[in-house]
């Protein structure tokens, strides 16, 4: 069994460097900081995969990515980042079934870090049974890479150690150098060296040693300690990052979030804003927790998308809401969403580490698969 932590936030756990080393063993923080270098590998381990074969008989009908968790996210950065306008669907699929409509003259793209997955490999099976053009990234010598090799499609190994959502680019990468080949977006050599960069800088600016008061992934920490965070994306980049940040609070701090995009918010989460949970007595003996927005907002976002942000500020500033803004920089849609990314999965980390929790263990998710019979 393991040791229940004793979920009191101490921000000074932040800042003691052997408490953070003894509270991550399995080394959560490490494996953060391998962000850049993760894409560096995927990159050259989907170049390798021979995925400029995909392009042959010219683009697929749509293009349909199925897994779970950290897998099927990536399939909501590729169709974020390939953005508006594409001429053929971009579809994620987080169950075992197929869509109906699903047949041969679609690109099935499956992704599963251990490889072993049941639903995937249902998935897997389904898409090879009619005839669909496939794509596998996942383990190595798995069930999924078999699948892959009787099918003759193209395999694109994910070696990165640790926990699926601890691999997330090297998930991303080959859908986006497919994607890539097919024409849906720009994403050369270039782009994902300019997206490692970005996260590099990240880890720098985040590392355990440098501490609280300039180090942005611990300050994240620090504002999401006892509140109930309501995360919301101002485009589709940020909604996806947004999803992901929700996805690691839960997973690596056991910690509730809400998430939603624009404008979809606005008839229904932005609600919470005349909730209890926003309304606070800071004279209280103990206030309890109380909401705080954190805005994502994309530097590429259209007017309409920055007109709504502005408005929802404006709506939480006057509850006394309080607001924390985050921006996703840089050229290329990939580089602003891995640089957003990069420093929420920081700020996820910190938290758990700041109420004592270790961030790799998923107890409960374990629980659960081992007590299904699906």
Not at 41 to 66: H, N, Q, T, W
Not at 77 to 106: F, H, K, N, Q, Y
Not at 149 to 171: D, K, Y
Request: charged share 25%.
């Amino acid at each position: 069994m393991i040791a229940a932590p004793d979920w009191r936030w101490d921000p000074d756990r932040l800042d003691d460097q052997s408490y953070l080393q003894e509270g991550d063993p399995s080394g959560m923080l490490p494996l953060v900081a391998s962000s850049g270098a993760q894409i560096r590998i995927a990159y050259r381990a989907a170049s390798e995969a021979g995925l400029d074969r995909l392009a042959d008989d010219g683009r697929p009908r749509a293009v349909v990515v199925a897994g779970a968790g950290a897998a099927a996210l990536a399939g909501d950065i590729l169709a974020a980042v390939c953005g508006p306008g594409l001429p053929l669907p971009v579809v994620t699929v987080r169950s075992r079934r197929l869509p109906g409509w699903v047949g041969a003259t679609d690109l099935v793209i499956v992704v599963s870090r251990s490889g072993r997955t049941a639903d995937t490999l249902a998935v897997a099976a389904d898409a090879v049974r009619r005839g669909c053009y496939l794509l596998v990234v996942g383990g190595e010598d798995t069930p999924l890479q078999e699948i892959a090799a009787r099918a003759r499609a193209p395999f694109v190994p994910v070696s990165t150690p640790g926990p699926s959502r601890a691999a997330l680019w090297e998930m991303v990468v080959p859908l986006l150098v497919a994607a890539d080949a097919l024409r849906l977006t720009r994403a050369g050599q270039q782009v994902f060296e300019a997206a490692a960069r970005r996260l590099e800088d990240v880890a720098h600016r985040c590392r355990p040693s440098s501490e609280s008061f300039i180090n942005p992934g611990k300050l994240l920490a620090l504002e999401l300690a006892e509140t109930v965070p309501l995360v919301w994306g101002t485009s589709p980049l940020t909604a996806a990052a947004a999803r992901r940040f929700g996805c690691q609070l839960a997973e690596n701090a056991g910690y509730p979030a809400l998430w939603g995009e624009f404008p979809d918010v606005g008839h229904g989460q932005v609600m919470t804003l005349d909730g209890p949970f926003a309304r606070r007595d800071v004279f209280a003996d103990d206030p309890g927790r109380s909401l705080r927005l954190f805005m994502l907002r994309d530097l590429g976002e259209s007017p309409e998308e920055a007109e709504w942000r502005e408005t929802c500020l404006r709506l939480a500033e006057e509850r006394d809401v309080p607001v924390s803004e985050l921006t996703a920089e840089g050229d290329h849609p990939l580089e602003r969403i891995a640089g957003l990314v990069g420093l929420l999965d920081y700020g996820s980390v910190y938290l758990a580490l700041g109420y004592g929790v270790d961030p790799t263990p998923i107890p409960a998710i374990m629980e659960l698969r081992a007590r299904s019979t699906q």
